[in-house]
């Protein structure tokens, strides 16, 4: 069955610390991979998305995500957080015709 | 600025009736519309698909005698929550495609729907 993955449902990181979080999907063939960002009660805001070509990604905000086929993952990473990066990250995955989303990673930051 | 809009932003109802939720394509023809539920501190589900001049696709689980969709043309598509209860209440998006590689995908700001 098709499937998204995100492992952690809660990451608590130190403001400037560097983040990774990760994203597994399980799909027939490559689909088009996505990385959005939720801050609570607010639409989604697109960080960034792989469809082919270079497998490290830059994103908004300082993000970027290094797709990896062998292991069917789309981690996103960012070298130095934020305060303002305290929010839900989404994975998804888009293929033949529909968009699938991952349960979601809470990211909490502290002085 | 925006170029997939929702409206409305915020809106609460009484148990029994309907409320309908309009989500549009500013500047480009969307021939595929998507809605999405989301309950408080959980992920995004797909309720269905919406084509312009046909029938939606529901997902396995939604009622679409409940969850009425309309794709009357190429930058609007509109969802009707029919005779609302409290467990209705959630976070309604939707999101529309500009080309169908799926290169562009836009997501609206979300709507929520309280009933009380």
């Known amino acids: 069955a098709q499937s998204v993955t995100q492992p952690d449902i809660h990451i608590t990181v130190s403001e400037g610390a560097s983040l990774e979080l990760r994203c597994n999907y399980s799909?027939?063939?490559?689909?088009?991979l996505f990385w959005y960002v939720q801050s609570p009660g607010q639409g989604l805001q697109l960080l960034l998305k792989?469809?082919?070509?270079?497998?490290l990604v830059q994103g908004i905000k300082g993000f970027e995500a290094e797709f990896k086929r062998s292991q069917s993952s789309f981690n996103l990473r960012k070298p130095s957080v934020h305060w303002s990066d305290a929010a839900e990250y989404f994975c998804?995955?888009?293929?033949?015709?529909?968009?699938?989303f991952g349960a979601g990673t809470q990211v909490v930051v502290t002085p | 600025g925006a170029v997939v809009s929702q409206h409305p932003s915020w809106v609460i109802c009484k148990s029994g009736t309907s409320v309908k939720i309009e989500c549009r394509s500013l500047?480009?023809?969307?021939?595929?519309m998507f809605w999405y539920r989301q309950f408080p501190k959980q992920s995004l589900m797909l309720m269905a698909t919406?084509?312009?001049?046909?029938?939606?696709?529901?997902e396995q689980g939604v009622e679409k005698d409940k969850f009425l969709i309309n794709h009357a043309s190429l930058t609007l598509s509109t969802l009707t929550v029919t005779s609302a209860h409290p467990e209705d209440s959630s976070f309604y998006i939707c999101?529309?495609?500009?080309?169908?590689?799926?290169?562009?995908?836009?997501f609206g700001e979300g709507s929520w729907l309280t009933v009380v």
């Open positions: 999101s529309a495609v500009r080309d169908k590689t799926g290169n562009t995908i836009y």
């Open positions: 799909y027939g063939a490559t689909p088009y």
């Open positions: 792989y469809f082919s070509g270079d497998t």
């Open positions: 998804a995955v888009y293929s033949w015709g529909k968009f699938q």
């Open positions: 500047d480009f023809q969307a021939t595929t």
């Open positions: 919406s084509n312009e001049g046909s029938k939606a696709t529901y």
